[in-house]
């Protein structure tokens, strides 16, 4: 097994609110070969952590992750070779967890301010074979929420936030060979992104939310034809439902929820 780890932390900062100190808990468990994984955490009381933790979803379809608090029975798990990880929070109480199960992932997260959230499960042990997936991850501005279930053998995803209260529920188990989520929020604030992705099709959703509060965009693609869906808005309250299948009808369809 060959690896390189970097670690820096520093316990202590300050926001608006005041100070925080608290200890930086990183738990991590790899099994594997040529894993590299880059950990910088600077402020009070951020986790990279384990992936135990609960996930609710309230009647506004606001979404709150409540995570287990990291230990040695809690921890974060890379179980492959070929991963690359590197993760960097700059703030306060930022809490990220990840469980990568293949070969040949690359996952890069950037955090820079206090109360964000990040959950994400890449081949969750239901894929076997060679994984292509890349998943990055920059969020600029407080109490963003990112959960991401995805299981494709061969993926690209990307999140780029700037604003507050933003969330975004991705759930894709796509065996399409090519599929991709491009996701941009831009100076908005409280928006519900819902994207689902399922199937044999190689599935391609790409959303940009620019300027505006309070947009609900829920995408649901299904079947085994190849699907593309590109999603603009620029304006508040918008409330956008997408579903495409080449079979009779959408399984479990869901509706964005106004907000």
């Known amino acids: ?139 600029t501005g407080d109490s963003n929420v990112i959960i991401q279930n995805i299981t494709s053998s061969r993926f690209t995803s990307t999140n780029t936030i700037t604003g507050d209260s933003n969330q975004v529920t991705t759930d894709s188990t796509t065996s399409g060979t090519l599929s991709s989520i491009s996701n941009t929020i831009t100076s908005s604030n409280n928006n519900v992104i819902n994207i689902q992705q399922a199937d044999t099709g190689t599935h391609t959703v790409v959303l940009n939310t620019t300027g505006g509060d309070y947009n609900s965009i829920t995408t649901q693609q299904q079947g085994s034809n190849n699907s593309t869906i590109n999603v603009s808005t620029n304006g508040a309250h918008n409330t956008i439902t997408v579903r495409s299948t080449n079979g009779s009808s959408i399984t479990n369809p869901m509706t964005a929820i106004v907000r």
């Open 1 to 139: 097994m060959a690896a390189i780890v970097s670690a820096i932390f520093w316990g202590s900062g300050a926001h608006a609110a005041g100070s925080s100190t608290g200890p930086n808990n990183v738990y991590i468990e790899q099994v594997g070969s040529s894993n590299t994984i880059t950990i910088e955490q600077v402020g009070g009381t951020n986790n990279v952590g384990g992936t135990a933790g609960s996930v609710s979803v309230d009647a506004t379809g606001v979404t709150t992750l409540t995570p287990t608090a990291p230990s040695s029975s809690n921890y974060a798990t890379i179980n492959g070779s070929s991963n690359t990880v590197s993760i960097q929070q700059n703030g306060n109480n930022n809490s990220s967890q990840y469980n990568i199960v293949g070969s040949k992932n690359t996952y890069t997260e950037t955090i820079n301010g206090y109360n964000n959230q990040v959950k994400l499960t890449v081949n969750n042990g239901t894929v076997t074979g060679t994984s292509n997936s890349t998943m990055t991850n920059t969020i």
